[in-house]
């Protein structure tokens, strides 16, 4: 059977034969894992046999004080996604001439908003969010979340994405919300990308399209 062209730029795991179990229920092509993770289980990610492009991922959490340590010392041999703590930063990281992954998370979505989406617009160089989408779920999860909250999250949220995706910034979606099996797959993505309003085409752009643009991007092939 044709594997699916889709993403899942972030899955968490505690056993290396659990990427294996994952890769076969899920249609994924583009796997991202913990950095740590990946260096731990090299050997047997090297045996697997699909044809899925695994690559391992590092999240830094910057605010104004350390931004530039972190974009100096940033590791090229792992694809790097930046989480701002403030305005400042994720201003910052909308306008260096560098191409850069900016996270959509709960804890960053009040910097990372539709303005922010203007200063990305406006950047000389390629920049590409990365939803967090596994985080939102989890807030779903907690005792203290309230429907009427979650709704404006993700209302906001759905905001955010439609803005990037009229102005053509790439956007992609980590799945991780605990340890595999307690994830989501890229068919849970999509249905829930489709319940927040996205048409097929927006969808396969986020799940397909930029994630390939991005780890090419990444390799230095654009």
Known sequence: ????????????????????KYIAEDS?????LDEGFFELCKDTLAQIE???????????TVDRRSLRLAIKHQR????????????????VLAKIRKNIVLLVSP?????VDEAQ???????????????ALGEFIKLLLLPSTKPLNMSKVFDRLGDVIERALKFDIGVTVAGAVENYPKCLFTNH?????????????ERRMILE???LELLKTWLGEK
């Open 28 to 32: 994924v092509s583009i796997l991202g």
């Open 117 to 131: 989406i203007n200063f990305l617009k406006e950047s000389h160089i390629r920049k590409f969010l990365e939803v």
């Open 189 to 201: 993505i999509d249905v829930l990308l489709f319940s927040m309003g996205f048409s097929k085409r």
């Open 50 to 60: 699909e044809e899925v492009a695994i690559i391992p991922r590092h999240v830094i």
């Open 209 to 211: 399209v930029y994630p």
């Open 76 to 91: 090229r041999f792992k694809l790097t996604t930046f989480k701002p703590c403030d305005t400042q930063s994720a201003r």
């Open 1 to 20: 059977m044709v594997r699916e062209p889709r993403a899942n730029m972030l899955v968490l795991f505690e056993s290396c034969k659990d990427v294996e």
């Open 107 to 111: 804890d960053t979505i009040k910097y």
